[in-house]
């Protein structure tokens, strides 16, 4: 069965990788902690082994065996050790309690453990010693080197260390699965954080694909799943923003359509009729002229949009000089600039200043964003043009208004097509919308960009660069 949902995956990866984890840790305690304690448990037989060597020889002087005989009980009863000692033959002499008393004059046939004992050597083995006991013992071999013992063993319960070790073994396992217990419950609330706002964003984006962008997915962490769901709350309110947009820009786009028609079909119908006077007609016919190039610049600019965003630009890239092309666009602007009182202050860098670009297109990014800068400005106020040469081989160029300035939330839009800035910006509400969004295209088509700066009451300024033309070979 394919598992689909990435909760589930997940949710398996992390309990995989626990238990994994829980087996693995379990099995490297378990031979740590059992070496440890084996180790221990050794340390501890030879050091009682180092003092009952000191007491037996204090004994052999004095004479005092009591304190042999309270090491001996120590050793045996608190340790659970049983002992006997051999002579230089190997052969037991004495044994504990624990031992049975045949074994008093046997000898130990482990020759190679007896030998070392008696070179001097502490010395540890496992097993019966020669049937010596039932079950395997943990022994340890300690050298007297006196003249009636030549060493003592001491010997523990193999199955009795391994019940201890048992005892600590379900400890561990204990805190083991508490650890793992609480793991699991983490990893489930982890996965759960981190797929529930798939899940949201997934069911979000299926109602945004029915139509409806006002959908919001909620974000309660600051992470890349966090990072994503506003990433996706911004789409969302682009999408909401730009639907907006379509349906005004429809709007506006049949009004501006609706009313010159509506005024060519009622002046052409009056002509006819003869309902206007043949003195008057030519002025009427001026009217409806306007009214077709009006007509015939609204769809030109949708045409024009259209092939920019198919990357159907065709570039007819030469030298010439940015400086008269600015101030063709101003002359073109001439009348507008009359009628609203504005002066423009054209600062170049160089007396001519030559680029390579297309100049048709150039000429129309100049002429949107000069009448751009007319239409937000107050009359009497003052518009700056400015040409700067860059390290970078190209040059800057800027358009600069005192007008009201832009909001930070238009200027997100403001180069979206049919985005229209609020009303309060000006009264002239005549355009479509579809002019910086042409000017920034025409611009990408060379491989520039456009960047606004604006700040509310202080005015707007538009930059852009372009490619310094080569010097020509005189």
């Known amino acids: ?111 190679g453990v007896i030998d070392s004992v008696l070179e001097g050597n502490i010395v540890t083995l496992e097993g019966k010693i020669n049937g010596m006991f039932d079950e395997a013992v943990l022994t340890v071999g300690y050298p007297l080197q006196t003249e009636q013992i030549a060493g003592i063993f001491m010997c523990t319960s193999m199955p009795e260390i391994e019940r201890s070790l048992q005892g600590m073994y379900k400890m561990g396992f204990c805190i083991l699965t508490a650890v793992m217990g609480i793991g699991m419950v983490l990893v489930y609330v982890s996965s759960k954080k981190i797929t529930s706002p798939l899940l949201q964003m997934n069911e979000a984006a299926k109602v945004i694909a029915g139509g409806n962008f006002e959908q919001r997915v909620e974000i309660s962490s600051e992470d890349e799943v966090g990072q994503l769901a506003e990433s996706f709350n911004h789409m969302a309110e682009s999408l909401d923003k730009y639907e907006k947009v379509r349906r005004d820009f429809i709007a506006n786009v049949s009004h501006d359509l609706r009313s010159p028609l509506t005024s060519i079909q009622g002046f052409l119908g009056a002509i006819l009729d003869g309902t206007v006077p ?93 009448d751009n800068a007319i239409k937000f400005s107050d009359k009497g106020e003052k518009i700056e043009i400015e040409t700067a040469l860059k ?36 009264k002239d509400k005549t355009g479509s919308g579809l002019g910086l969004s ?19 009451g202080k005015g707007t300024t538009f930059l852009f660069c372009l490619k310094l033309a080569e010097k020509e070979n005189k």
Do not use: C
């Open 391 to 426: 390290e970078n081989k190209k040059l800057l160029i800027s358009v600069k208004d005192h007008g009201r300035g832009i909001s930070e939330e238009d200027e997100k839009y403001i180069f979206h097509r049919f985005y229209k800035v609020d009303s309060s910006r000006g």
């Open 278 to 370: 043949k003195e008057k007609q030519e002025h009427y016919l001026n009217i409806v002229l306007e009214e077709t190039k009006r007509l015939t610049k609204l769809t030109n600019d949708i045409v024009e949009l259209s092939r920019a965003q198919a990357s159907a630009i065709t570039l007819e890239k030469k030298r010439f000089d940015i400086n008269d092309l600015i101030r063709e666009s101003i002359e073109r602007l001439e009348p507008r600039l009359k009628e609203k009182d504005i002066k423009i202050d054209a600062m170049f860098a160089e007396k001519e200043t030559f680029v390579y670009a297309d100049r048709d297109k150039i000429a129309r990014v100049l002429y949107n964003l000069v």
């Open 1 to 111: 069965m394919k598992i689909k949902s990435i909760f589930t995956k997940q949710l398996l990866l992390y309990v995989g990788t626990l238990l994994a984890t829980f087996v693995l840790v379990g099995v490297i305690l378990s031979l740590v902690y059992t070496q440890h304690y084996m180790d221990e448990r050794k340390e501890e037989l030879i050091h009682q082994g180092m003092k009952i060597s000191k007491e037996y020889k204090k004994a052999f002087f004095t004479g005092d065996l009591s304190r042999l005989d309270y090491e001996l009980q120590v050793l045996e009863g608190y340790m659970a050790a049983s002992i006997f000692f051999i002579d230089k033959n190997g052969v037991v002499v004495l044994t504990s309690p624990g031992i049975n008393d045949e074994w008093i004059g046997q000898a130990i046939t482990n020759q």
């Open 438 to 456: 042409i000017v920034r295209e025409f611009l990408l088509a060379h491989g520039e960009n456009i960047v606004v700066k604006s700040e509310e």
